[in-house]
């Protein structure tokens, strides 16, 4: 089982936020707490994790290092400058990993996760070695043309919205950035790629991505109702 064996994680933030309107969502404040100190004490206090990695932006390295200096976080391993491309923020991450045999990867900007997504993730992942976090898609999906004309209609059913975590076996995501080129945008792709199924767990629709500043003010609410 994986909890006799190294879990390691990388927290993905080293995006630019276009869309926030100015707002610098990783240290943006939610139920009193920042963004990132929120999602770092998840991860923390995971029984499963034995350490951590954060990746953020080279110009907010230090103010986040200055953020999480004495919060306690006995499993942060190390505080990681990204790249350009998400995919250059995670190979920066997987390089900054201590040994272990599994590694989950989280989006900094969805600071709603719990720990019972990364333990599910665990365990969904245990067959193939790949998993990753999602929910079933509540909206009537349509697959349209280079004209915005509908070409086809897709079976809700069997569609989902992938989410993070993502949960992999070490060798695994390593052999798929080997390969990667491209903008990457989801983790998972690359290992389907080299043939490896992927197998879903159930996510949250809670664990929402801040995007907008809209999903701000939606954190919060979901936040206080939660916490209420």
Known sequence: MFNSQKVGAIIVAAGRGERMGGIDKIFAPLGGTSVLERVASVFDTSPYIDHFVIVLPQDNLARG????????????????????????????????????????????ARPLVGAELITRGLEAAQETGAAAAAVPVTDTVKLVDDSGYVKETLPRSRLWAVQTPQVFRLNVIKEAYRGASGDVTDDAALVEALGIRVKLYMGSYDNIKLTTPADLALAEALWRHKEG
């Open 65 to 108: 290092k200055h953020l999480l200096a004495g919060k306690n976080l006995s499993k942060l391993a190390k505080v990681v400058p990204g790249g350009l491309r998400r995919q250059d923020s995670v190979e920066a991450g997987l390089k900054a990993l201590p040994a272990c045999k599994w590694v989950v990867i989280h989006d900094g």
